[in-house]
């Protein structure tokens, strides 16, 4: 079973707890107006590697994944596009005593009765799902990132009801992202959602602009500034006002 994978980071240490072998794929259906991997977003290029291939690779770094309670995390672009290769290649983690991780936008999710089948066997090898919520406001995310985001809160709430472990993301954009209202509204639906063990708030950067630039794009939010500390704060503040953080 082959993967079409962009890129991999052998000591990843913010996709996931501990140090982590992280796998970039290709393929992404959204296109958001933020994305520092706009290279990825492409279906159906970028390198093919074979489960065994990365399992061989990742061998070498388990010591230190081990000792620092670390991992593999498989990112994108959207993962969930090549979910036979996930589930390959959980599989053969799991044998190997390796957590698991999906970073996810949820953009592929759907209620179809075969693509449910197989996300039910892949989250039996999943430990954790990272999932980036984008944006609350149903126009306001069309605007963001070119889709509506109905499917993607069906897939928080599918997560819920089978209680995967998830870190929910939020990526604060000044002025996009930032509207007290659509937070408040945010944090209420993570208030109803039982398996949302962390709550991240990702300050917006521009360190994909060159990204855009080398592909011969004009990137949207250039005039934007990343958030002050202060404002991270209050949206992380609001977000969580009615999550049931678990106790440590």
Known sequence: M????????????????????????????LRCQFCHNA???????GKQMAVEEIMDDLRSYLPFMESSGGGITVSGGEPLLQIPFLL????????????????????????????????????????????????????????????????????????????????????????????PGDMAKLGEFVGTLKNVEKVEILPYHKLGVYKWETLGLEYPLKDVEPPSDEKVQEAYETITRHWNAPVR
């Not at 913010?14 to 992280?22: E, L, N």
């Not at 290279?39 to 290029?45: A, L, S, Y």
Request: with cysteine.
């Open 2 to 29: 082959n993967g079409n994978i962009h890129s991999i980071e052998t000591f990843g240490t913010v996709d996931g707890p501990g140090i982590r072998y992280v796998i970039f794929t290709q393929g992404c259906l």
């Open 39 to 45: 290279d990825t977003w492409e279906i159906g290029t």
């Open 88 to 179: 390959e290649l959980f599989k053969e983690c799991k044998k190997a005593g390796i957590h698991t991780a999906i970073d996810s936008s949820g953009g592929c999710f759907s209620s179809a009765s075969h693509f449910l089948k197989q996300m039910d066997e892949l989250m039996e090898y999943t430990d954790l799902v990272l999932l980036d919520i984008k944006h609350i406001d149903r126009k306001k995310h069309i605007g963001l990132t070119g889709m509506a985001n109905e499917h993607i809160l069906e897939f928080a709430k599918y997560l819920s009801d089978r209680q995967v472990p998830v870190w929910l993301r939020h990526v604060l954009v000044p002025g996009v992202t930032d509207d």
